[in-house]
């Protein structure tokens, strides 16, 4: 009875840990390899060992590492979904489905990653298309929580998660006033003039600038009790939250979309001196030069979405990466955030292919959704290209993984090869062998 609890005690252990769990040394070859950060190696060579990378190139010495023939085939280092709700939605009409809010307007201390479903239907299905790993939002309100990365494979949400937290979600107060007449709202008695709208819309702004300036003076009062050994000091967990936003050392991604708002949000960052990154952006290309400036990067959303003013040009958004790349703003690619965005994270590799077709480089594109990701969310030294001494998290297709004609055919996260079975293969498998009949 001991021996078998022992024995059932290890394999749970060995089971808590999928991404070393199965991890080869093993040299990759024949495929043309894209590095990201450097040169392309057609055909190209890459030694894994204990999970990372140990070397690149056109050939590399891999002594008895086993050997991975992708003859024909190219490699990728993975996918980043940044700003995402993959994980956090299943069905978005089922609410029982739904985690991405907390009750409130004002929750730093909120941590996205720990609401993580494992055993999303979703989660396989974007990790077939390429994407190893994903940046789920906590959404719902002003200040919404922190976000975490995770890696699209694991038994739990501890073991799926990478790093955390990366960032401080806000979500700007709308600037956009309602100008239908009274008499042709539906429900008169929700009907505001302009006058208080923009009352409520400066009392909006008012309170989020409190916040910070509430957080400021706890860092502030924490410091001076610190600096006085046998203070009492109480923390609070909402400031301490805060904490990292306020030195610097992690970001606030800003989610704003018209240019109103995302001017208003570069003013209030340069006034109390916190470092953004900009998230939506529906605008951003408007304001692209001061963005450039400011050195704030755009996890850009709206590629596929329909033009906001009857003045736009139809390819407004198809163009905006490439008006941003131009100016000097890095950009990264996303989905958006929603239920509905969440079933299509699979497609975050034809968000930057559109770009691509409207001007962007490929090199920035592709960097879209690998390198600049990773950079943004504080993981460029593990994640986001091919270089010795990164994870080995890569992605194999039969073509360039922007195009939507190529296929994943193998990938590994860590080390360890991943399974790409997900619920579209077993309905085409199970409708491919349906009875067929009689003619």
């Known amino acids: 009875m001991e021996t078998n609890g022992l024995r059932l005690m290890a394999l749970l252990v060995c089971g808590a840990f999928p991404l070393t769990a199965g991890a080869e040394t093993l040299l990759l070859r024949g495929a043309t390899v894209h590095t990201v950060s450097g040169p392309v190696y057609s055909p190209g060579q890459v030694l894994i060992e204990e999970g990372r990378i140990i070397a690149v190139g056109e050939t590399v010495e891999a002594g008895d590492a086993g050997v991975v023939d992708l003859e024909g085939l190219h490699l990728f280092p993975g996918m980043i979904a940044a700003g995402t709700s993959l994980g956090l939605v299943e069905i978005n009409a089922v609410r029982a489905t739904r985690d991405t809010s907390e009750v409130g307007e004002y929750t730093p201390d909120v941590r996205s990653w720990v609401a993580v479903n494992p055993d999303s239907e979703l989660i396989p299905v974007a990790r077939a298309n390429g994407i190893t790993h994903a940046q789920p939002v906590p959404q719902g309100g002003i200040v919404t929580g922190q976000s975490g ?26 600037m956009a006033l309602n100008t239908t007449p009274k008499e042709e709202y539906r429900d008169r008695s929700r009907w505001k003039s302009l006058e208080d709208q923009a009352k409520e819309r400066r009392k909006r702004l008012e309170e989020l600038k409190d916040f910070f300036a509430e957080a400021r003076a706890y860092e502030k009062a924490k410091r001076a009790a610190e600096a006085r050994p046998g203070t ?26 018209d240019r ?39 996890v850009f959303e709206h590629v596929f979405t329909q033009p906001a003013r009857a003045t ?19 950009v990264a690619f996303s989905n958006g955030l929603g ?34 990701p990773a950079e943004i969310l504080g993981l460029a030294a593990r994640l986001g290209s091919i270089e010795p001494g990164k994870e080995a998290s890569l992605v194999v297709a039969d073509g360039d993984i922007l195009d939507l004609r190529s296929r994943v055919t ?13 619920r579209h293969t077993r309905l085409y498998e199970k409708y491919k062998a349906r009875p067929q009949p009689e003619l």
């Open 149 to 174: 990365v995770i890696a699209l494979d694991g038994w739990t949400f501890e073991d799926m998660t990478i790093l955390n937290p990366v960032a401080l979600h806000v979500f700007w107060p709308g």
């Open 260 to 298: 109103r708002e995302i001017e208003a949000a570069l003013d209030w960052a340069e006034e109390v001196e916190y470092r953004i990154v900009l998230a939506g952006g529906r605008d951003a290309w408007r304001v692209a030069d001061r963005l450039a400036k400011a050195e704030v990067p755009v």
């Open 339 to 372: 239920g509905m965005a969440a079933s299509k994270t699979r497609n975050l590799p034809y968000e930057a292919a559109q770009a691509m077709a409207f001007g962007l480089p490929r090199e920035e594109a592709l960097k879209g959704v690998t390198l600049y």
């Open 312 to 330: 736009d040009p139809y390819d407004a958004h198809f163009k905006a990466p490439r008006i941003l790349q131009q100016a000097g703003v890095k």
């Open 232 to 257: 009492e000091f109480k923390e609070v967990p909402a400031w301490e939250a805060v904490l990292p936003y306020g030195s610097g050392d992690l970001p606030l991604m800003v989610h704003a979309d």
């Open 410 to 422: 193998r990938m590994w996260i860590a080390g360890r090869e991943v399974n790409l079975e997900n």
